[in-house]
RNA sequence: GCCGAUGUAGCUCAAUGGUAGAGCAACUGACUUGUAAUCAGUAGGUUGGCGGUUCAAGUCCGCCCAUCGGCUCCA
């Protein structure tokens, strides 16, 4: 029995320990069942951890959100020891915890498949069973380096070279290990509620000059309802794709002859036409003036903006017909900021005439790489909602926070709760100085400050000319989109010589605000088909009301209110097919049309009709009057 | 771009190397229908494209195209 006693605080209660007691032992019995690690003033440990000193700790359970993780990490290393149990030479690299699972990148000369799965998965298993203690080891870095290096474990090498301490710890289970920061679930047999799920290739630390590995994906839960519900949750998600919806709904075409640009079927070309009309109407409330500008510029005006030089690789190239097969010497639109600039400048300006609000719905193409496209969410063709304020220093801070003003306000008319703000920040390729860079991200960052908006930091990830605000919001299966962003920028006004006269008479250089709200059109209304799972407010539905005939009877009672509430204008449809009333309705709440108007003979001969709402609400009986005023209630933002 | 998978009728999917099918949709007809699928019939295809192997290719091989899952949430 050691002498040494030390001083441990449970949740609040303080008692005596002897030194060296592994934490684990301090819990209940009862406690230790979903217990699987600690925390160590703070600090996550393993249970196995032997306490040296007087500590504060706190369980961890294997359902809290930390526990979750470690859970994770150690299928990870499960899935790990399986792979090179079932395939020698398989060299391991690394396998963290993400969101929703976990994966694990394997370095080997033949990429697994979808097919060695379930054959990874069933040896798992096995391992589970075998409930191998996971056990904690500390070596120096440099034994860990000729260990690994003993074990042709390269990648490991790697890592541990990088790695700035002396001490580096190394778990085993089994006959296996694994260099890992730790903490672990106790033993392998906690590992019950398991699935692998496909496998993609990744670059060794996300280079792609480094070398291309093989990746499982997988996820894990406490228990096996959890991991059922989680299953279920992705199958519904995928139902919501908007690729799938898209189609279903009529609203978006894709062809192999456009990669990456989408067709708008006349319902889509109505949701669009819609929002840019919401945003047009805003317009007029914030103070912009649109503008239409050309699509394709010579790349005498690329050299200028700097596009040419840091945004080439993603630019359509272009000639005209009597150059043709000779010199690409046009390019097509990826941004509008340049045409603006020459607009600007077009003019003697005064300070007088700031701050300008210049808006553009013009249309944008981006070579974007060809493994990268996404349906409506990633693609080559593009609008945006587009517009660049060019004002005074002064103004910056007036403006971002009117812009800050209307992102919100779109936001919540389009029923997004869940956004999440960015700071984006100087890239490796940029223009101007890194003190204007700074400069400029602080005067954002303050704006965000001063409107109660909490953010993090995306380092690296401005824009070339200038540092973002970005918003991002995610899709059904929670991939997040990036769509409003708020970029200043000092740069193109240099670059393209911008000038006003100030009060007084000296020549000043404006800054440039580039901003969007929706962002790019198209991939907003792919996040947001999934959003709203394809059930858009009546405002932006692309077919408002279809009124259902029940016999041939009545058809010419239902053409005539169709009739009547198109002169209302709105978006109707008339269903007179020779089909049973059921069939109608099932194929209209398909359709997601929000009413559904049901003209039968007993309404006929009272001049009423049968109002069902979407998704399956009990039908009401109202006068034709009530219907239109009902319809006309309808809210319309902006 | 890179790694892997996939590509058959408008859609969802079948088809040992041996005559390309089904359901839904479309079209025609019957039924006159009451709030999520009436019945019957008809038509629909250079199996993504090009080339190759074979007596024979949707199926095997090569190249190309497109689509899908991914490509630093730190051992």
Redesign the pocket.
């Known amino acids: 029995m050691s002498s040494e006693e030390i001083t441990v605080t449970l949740r609040g209660s303080i008692r005596k320990a002897a030194k060296g007691t592994p934490i684990g032992e301090l819990f209940e019995r009862e406690e230790r069942r979903t217990l699987i690690a600690a925390r160590l003033n703070g600090k996550l440990v393993d249970l196995s951890r032997p306490l040296d000193q007087d500590a504060t700790i706190e369980g961890v359970s294997i359902d809290s959100p930390a526990g979750i993780d470690i859970l994770r ?1 150690s299928t990870a ?1 499960l899935m790990a020891q399986a792979v090179q149990s079932l395939y020698p030479g398989t060299q ?10 976990f ?1 694990y990148d394997f370095a080997r000369s ?6 060695d799965l379930p054959k990874i998965e069933q040896r798992m298993r096995e391992l589970a069973r075998a409930d191998e203690k996971i056990e904690r080891m500390e070596m120096t ?1 440099d034994e ?1 380096v000729e260990l690994f290096a003993r074990m042709g474990e390269h990648f ?1 090498v790697e ?2 070279r990088d ?1 700035p ?1 002396d001490r ?2 190394i778990y085993r289970q089994g006959d296996w290990m ?4 730790g903490p672990h679930v106790p033993s392998t047999g906690w590992i019950k509620a398991f699935a692998l ?12 000059r480094n070398a ?1 590995l ?2 499982v ?1 997988g996820t894990a839960f406490p228990d096996q309802a959890s991991l059922e519900e989680h299953l279920e949750l992705l199958k519904l998600a995928r139902a919501r ?1 908007h ?2 919806l898209g ?2 709904l009529g609203l978006v075409l ?8 989408p067709f708008f079927l006349p319902k889509g070309a109505i949701v669009v036409n819609e929002l840019i009309a919401y945003i047009r109407r805003l317009y007029a409330r914030y103070g912009f003036k649109e503008v239409i500008t050309p699509q394709i510029f010579r790349n005498e005006l690329w050299r200028t903006s700097g596009h040419w030089e840091l945004f080439r690789e993603n630019m359509f190239l272009t000639t005209d017909g009597e150059n043709a097969g000779g010199e690409l010497d046009y390019a097509l639109k990826p941004m509008n900021c340049p045409a603006h600039a020459v607009l600007y400048a077009s003019e003697k300006r005064s300070y007088r005439d700031l701050p300008l609000r210049l808006a553009d719905f013009g249309r944008l193409h981006r070579a974007e ?7 409506l969410t990633r693609v080559r063709a593009m609008t945006q909602d587009d517009a660049h304020i060019f004002c005074t220093l002064d103004q910056i801070a007036q403006e971002v926070d009117s812009n800050l003003k209307m992102v919100r306000e779109v936001y919540q008319a389009l029923g997004f709760e869940q956004m999440e703000l960015k700071l984006a920040t100087m890239p490796e390729e940029h223009l101007g100085s890194e003190q204007t860079w700074r400069r400029t991200e602080a005067m954002l960052a303050e704006a965000m400050e001063r409107n109660g908006l909490s953010y993090q930091t995306n380092p690296g990830e401005g824009a070339f000319y200038g540092p973002k605000i970005e918003i991002y919001v995610p899709d059904a ?1 929670k ?1 997040r989109w990036q769509l409003a962003t708020i970029q200043l920028d000092f740069n193109m006004p240099e670059r393209f010589g911008l000038e006003y006269v100030s009060s007084h008479g000296t020549a000043e250089q404006p800054v440039m605000i580039h901003r969007a709200i929706l962002g790019t059109i198209e991939r907003f209304l792919g996040v947001f088909i999934e959003h709203t799972g394809g059930l858009f407010p009546f405002w932006l539905a692309p077919e408002q009301v279809r009124v ?7 058809e010419s009672y239902a053409s005539e209110l169709a009739a009547r509430l198109e002169r209302e204008g709105l978006r109707v449809a008339l269903d007179a ?11 209209a ?2 359709a997601k049309v929000p009413y ?1 108007v ?7 001969a009272a001049g009423t ?4 709402r ?3 609400a ?2 009401e ?1 109202m006068t034709v009057e009530e219907l239109v005023a009902t319809l006309k209630s309808e809210p319309l933002p902006g």
Not at 197 to 208: K, Q
Not at 369 to 375: I, K, N, Y
Request: charged share 30%; aromatic share 6%.
């Open positions: 990490h290393h391991v690299t690394i396998g963290p915890a993400t969101e929703e699972g994966y033949t990429p697994f498949t979808s097919d870095r860990a490991k890592i541990l790695l301490d580096v710890s694994d260099l890992c920061r799920l496909s496998v993609a290739g990744a670059y060794w630390r996300g280079d792609e291309m093989s990746r994906y794709d690729r799938r189609r279903e894709f062809d192999s002859r456009a990669p990456g640009s790489r060809s493994g990268v496209l996404h349906g299966l991939r259902l005939s029940l016999t041939d009877k009545v097919r020779n089909e049973k009333l059921g069939f109608k309705v099932r194929q709440e398909l559904i049901v003209a039968g003979e007993r309404e006929a009709i049968s109002l069902r979407v998704r399956g009990k039908a009986t």
